[in-house]
C-alpha cells in the first residue's frame, strides 16, 4: 500500500481544462468512497489514507470552494451556477453538485486511484456515480463508513473554538490554544460556532442519520461497506481502516 505519486490534484481544483503534473500509475489502484458524520475526523482519514495508498483525495469541499477565486471567463456552467447557489446561501442541488463531479471525471479514471470525501451524499448522487462508473468500466474497492458514538460527537464538535480573524480552529482538550481564548497564529478571539454547540450537533447529527441511512443501504446492498471505529488517534483509525481494506482485498 505503499504510494508512488503524490497526486497535485491540480485537475480535480482548478476544472476538466487543468491536467495533474503527477497522476499515478499505480498496478491496483484504491477507489474508495468516505462516509462518517460531522466530527468523526473523516477529513483527516482522507488525507492520511491518500500518503498511505498513493490515491488521490478528492474533496467536494475544495470544489465548491475553488471556483470563487477564479475569474468568471474561467468558470464552467456547473461553476457558475455553484457559485450563485452559495451566494444566496442555498444547498447546492443534486443536478449541480453530480455535473462539477462529472466534469472532473478524468479524476476518476486516474490510475493513481481517488478517495472521494463529501460525495456522495444522497442516494441520487450515489445512484449517478454508479451509473457514471459502470460505463467507464470502473468499480469501487470499498465505502468506508466511520462510526462514533453521539456523546464522542458532541463532545469533539462541541469543544472546537474558531478563530474569529483568521479562522483556525483549535479543541479545548484535544488541541487547546497555548493561551486560553486567543488563538496562536494571529491573536485573535476564539468563541464557538452556533452550529457546535451541543443543541445544535445532535440536531446536525439527527439531519445527517437521515440523509445519510439510504447510502449506507444502498453500498451495503452492493457489498462495499466498510464499518471502521472512529476512536483513538487519527494514525491508529488510519491504521484500522487500512487493516480493514487489506482484508477485503
Known sequence: MNPQNKNDRAAWLQGPSAACSMPGDLESPWRLVLLGAPGVGKGT????LSQRLGACHLSTGDVFRAPGGRPECEQTPAMTAAMQHMRRGELLPDSTVWEMVRERSGCLRCRGGFILDGFPRTLSQAEALKQHMESERLSLNAVVNYELP???IVSRLSGR??????????????????SEGVCDHCGGPLYQREDDRPESVKVRMEAYERS??????????????????ATGSPDAICERTTAALAACV
Open 45 to 48: 482519514q482522507a488525507l492520511l
Open 161 to 178: 473554538r474558531t478563530c474569529k480573524q483568521c479562522k483556525a480552529v483549535f479543541h479545548v482538550t484535544g488541541q487547546p490554544p497555548k
Open 212 to 229: 445519510t441511512m439510504p447510502l449506507i443501504q444502498f453500498y451495503s446492498g452492493l457489498g462495499l461497506l466498510l464499518p471502521v471505529a
Open 150 to 152: 453521539l456523546d464522542e
